[in-house]
Each structure stands twice: as structure tokens, then as C-alpha cells.
């Protein structure tokens, strides 16, 4: 055993290892690059999802300012027919 060992903490040796897993150097670099590109898969994806959730604020905003308008619409038409 001369290779020394690095003590790996990416998401896939922490599932298994919940203290970190002891690797040789080429599988921690490995390990390193494919836990930087899902953490980055992961980040994109979250963004997305929290894009579509805006939109549908503002849709239900917007139904909002639209059922409101027609309330009032519909208390000046009242008010005109009593008139
Ligand atoms: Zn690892």
C-alpha cells in the first residue's frame, strides 16, 4: 500500500460512507469531477423549476387583477341600474 489515500466526501461515497470514503488519488479526482457536474445538473434543474413557479404567481396575479376588475365593474353596473 503506497498509493495514498484520500478521504472522499462526494454525494455518492456519503450515501454509502456517511463520514467521508477513503479512495485511491485517481478515484477521488474521479469522484470529485462527477459530483461537481451532478451538483451542477442539480442547481440548473432547481432553477427551472423555480422559473415555472414565478410564472404561476404571476398568472394567478393576474386572475386576480382580473376578477377584481370585474367585481367592480360589476358594483358600477349595479349602482347605475339603481340610479
Ligand atoms: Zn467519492
Request: contains cysteine; charged residues 25%.
Amino acid at each position: 500500500m503506497s498509493e495514498n489515500l484520500h478521504l472522499c466526501k462526494c454525494l455518492f461515497c456519503l450515501k454509502n460512507y456517511p463520514n467521508g470514503n477513503f479512495v485511491t488519488k485517481s478515484v477521488y479526482y474521479r469522484h470529485r469531477k462527477r459530483n461537481q457536474m451532478s451538483i451542477e445538473e442539480e442547481s440548473s434543474n432547481s432553477e427551472q423549476e423555480e422559473n415555472v413557479e414565478e410564472k404561476d404567481i404571476n398568472l394567478n396575479l393576474k386572475n386576480n387583477e382580473v376578477s377584481i376588475i370585474n367585481y367592480n365593474l360589476l358594483n358600477i353596473y349595479l349602482l347605475i341600474n339603481k340610479i
